[in-house]
């Protein structure tokens, strides 16, 4: 594929940073619509003096150089497993199944990453709203008249955007990186203007500006920082995204495009408050001209519809790599693009993004309003990326502690700083994101635990499988014409739903293949990697197939690929068995009684094996057996 000196693999990269514009950088490149505002208008806000302009500049300035450009893009993302990045991808570097880690590190990375995983679903709950909000408070500016229809009209786009989620990313996706590379111009454009007209607001990146601020403001320029937070918000999209893109394009849509017009634009807003304080209500649009006001408004709120597309898309992602880990109820995963695997669709997670955002914005009503839960999440995800991170390079990579701890400090030193002075707006709507995020974890943990104890009882229970085959042997039961699969969670023991279908039918077919499904801590498994086949007996088959976090098994796709590989004979008749367990959980289990009705709530209500594993609902009998939990 490599010609004319590395030609087309160039090409190829410019053209991933081009999409990487759309995906990876729609939130944080639409930060300016509110970031500024809510350091110098609003109940926290500073009086916009010349000194605490300059401070707060100087303080965006170094925020997206050592946060994004050195923390994120310089150290985290060379952590990346097999590509791909995020926390679950960070959490599945370290060795926390190692036995010589102590097991209450190893329980506090799990659940570390387990709430910085949740916490990203309190971001993606916020971003929409405020960013779509945030955009059509623009008309605002044009008009006072428009008021009464900023806050309907936002509803109305989140609910289109969230109505439109099931047909996919492909086709519009392609939009995404012209539009963005549009909307990075425009505001590097605008930004510029005023700094020309006004370049003594240049002196704000000298960081002594940024010190200068807080001896002045003392605990007031804390909250100002938490502020200041919003403009790296979507930092954390740079890892999580890298999968998708590569850690080359990204870097190069960052440092030749995205990082200069943000700067240009932060410094533009602060000319323009440098020579009219009066504009701290909406700096942003105070910076377009009269004439192209109306067509800003529309720019702005097509750019903040891809950003919460972005989050949208990565919280389907984050779903089902929970599915897959063991943390989540199983949900329904619709691929909506033949060619890209990655692109998914979660009706469930879509329904309640929907509610949940449309409910924000109406009680919330505005985005100065809405900013104080925002920067929590952000802020607290970033901290325990750090924390993983300094338990990766120390377990993994084996640097020394004296290398990793002065770096990793350095980052906590700001993730740190920047969660606390978010925390000083806790009751302004910061309680959301962090109930959002005990919420989740509770449940994760509650799944995980009692997925546990069931395996405990099967285990304890069932029947090792080679005992089991010596007696089908010694009975000589019938067989009958066909393929049988039977679903289990243990490779090593009967699945509950033969030993009832022997019990109960005294006949076995032809063909008997007993499946389990395993998951790892890589996004993928080559697929000639995938499959393990034993005969175990006359036409019995034990099939172990594995997949990796980022990956949704399709079980009759499995089967037919053992058939075509001739790892098993080929059966035109094939009828798939599976287990359905009733829960009683007023058992002796560990497990506290609370957590067990809420497992087996979760286990009740969540979407049948049938649906998940892609199974032809005409083929597939089920066995219901109850367990006492």
């Not at 059509?136 to 609910?159: H, K, M, W």
């Not at 047909?167 to 549009?182: A, K, N």
């Not at 000639?528 to 005969?535: A, C, F, Y």
Request: hydrophobic share 50%; net charge positive.
């Amino acid at each position: 594929m490599e010609t004319n000196g590395g030609m087309p693999d160039k090409n190829m990269r410019l053209t991933l940073a081009l999409g990487a514009l759309g995906v990876v950088y729609g939130d944080i490149g639409t930060s300016p619509l509110y970031a500024i505002k809510e350091c110098f208008f609003g109940v926290h806000a500073v009086p916009p003096t010349p000194e605490n302009i300059l401070g707060v500049l100087s303080l965006v300035v170094w925020s997206l150089t050592i946060v994004v450009s050195i923390k994120y893009l310089t150290f985290i993302m060379k952590a990346d497993n097999r590509g791909e990045g995020g926390i679950f991808a960070l959490l599945a570097l370290a060795p926390v199944n190692d036995a010589k880690v102590p097991g209450r590190v190893r329980n506090c990375m799990i659940l570390a990453a387990l709430l910085g995983a949740a916490l990203l679903y309190g971001d993606g709950f916020i971003t929409p709203s405020i960013s779509v909000l945030s955009a059509v408070e623009g008309l605002s500016v044009a008009t006072d008249a428009a008021t009464p229809f900023v806050v309907p009209l936002t509803c109305a786009i989140l609910l289109v955007l969230f109505l439109f989620q099931h047909r996919g990313t492909e086709r519009i996706g392609t939009v995404f990186g012209p539009i963005m590379l549009l909307w990075f111009f425009a505001i590097a454009a605008l930004g510029l203007n005023h700094i020309v007209r006004n370049p003594h607001v240049l002196l704000s990146i000298n960081p002594l500006h940024a010190f200068h601020f807080f001896a002045e403001n003392r605990l007031h320029g804390m909250v100002v920082l938490g502020s200041v937070v919003l403009c790296i918000t979507g930092g954390e999209a740079l890892y999580a995204d890298m999968g998708h893109f590569g850690r080359g394009p990204i870097r190069i849509s960052w440092f030749l495009l995205v990082f200069p017009s943000l700067i240009l634009n932060y410094l533009g807003q602060g000319a323009l408050l440098l020579e009219f304080p009066e504009h701290t209500v909406n700096p942003f649009y105070g910076l377009v001209p009269r004439l192209l006001l109306y067509p800003m408004v529309a720019v702005s709120t097509v750019a903040t519809v891809i950003a919460s597309q972005a989050m949208i898309s990565g919280a389907f992602s984050l779903t089902r790599q929970a599915i897959q880990l063991g943390y989540c109820p199983r949900m329904t995963v619709v691929h909506t693009s033949a060619a890209t695997e990655g692109q998914i669709y979660i009706p469930e997670v879509n329904w309640l993004m929907m509610i949940v955002c449309i409910a924000l914005v109406l009680v919330f009503r505005e985005s100065g309003r809405l900013a104080g839960a925002y920067g929590v999440a952000v802020t607290a995800n970033m901290a325990i990326t750090s924390m993983v991170y300094f338990f990766v390079t120390t377990r993994t990579w084996h640097w020394s502690t004296a290398k990793a701890a002065p770096l990793v400090a350095l980052f906590l030193l700001f993730d740190l700083t920047y969660f606390g002075s978010n925390l000083l707006k806790f009751f302004d709507g910061g309680w959301f994101p962090m109930a959002v995020a005990i919420i989740l974890v509770i449940i994760m943990t509650a799944w995980k635990d009692g997925r546990r104890e069931l395996y405990l009882r099967f285990s304890g229970t069932s029947l090792p499988l080679l005992l089991f085959l010596k007696d089908v042997e010694s009975s000589k039961l019938h067989r009958v014409p066909g393929t049988a699969v039977f679903m289990a969670s243990s490779s090593q023991f009967t699945p509950p739903s033969l030993l009832h279908h022997v019990k109960h039918n005294r006949v076995l077919h032809e063909k008997v293949i007993l499946l389990t499904i395993t998951s790892t801590h890589v996004p993928a498994i080559p697929a000639q990697n995938r499959l393990q086949v034993e005969q175990l007996f006359a036409g019995v088959y034990r099939l172990v197939a594995t997949y990796g976090f980022m990956e949704t098994p399709n079980v009759p796709q499995l089967i037919e690929e053992a058939f075509q590989s001739e790892l098993i004979p080929p059966s035109p008749s094939i009828t798939y068995y599976l287990g359905r367990e009733t829960l009683i959980p007023t058992g002796s289990s560990k497990m506290m009684r609370w957590r067990k009705y809420l497992f087996a709530f979760l286990s009740k209500n969540s979407q049948s094996a049938t649906g998940y594993f892609g199974l032809p609902a005409g083929q597939v009998v089920e066995i219901g057996v109850q367990v006492l939990l």
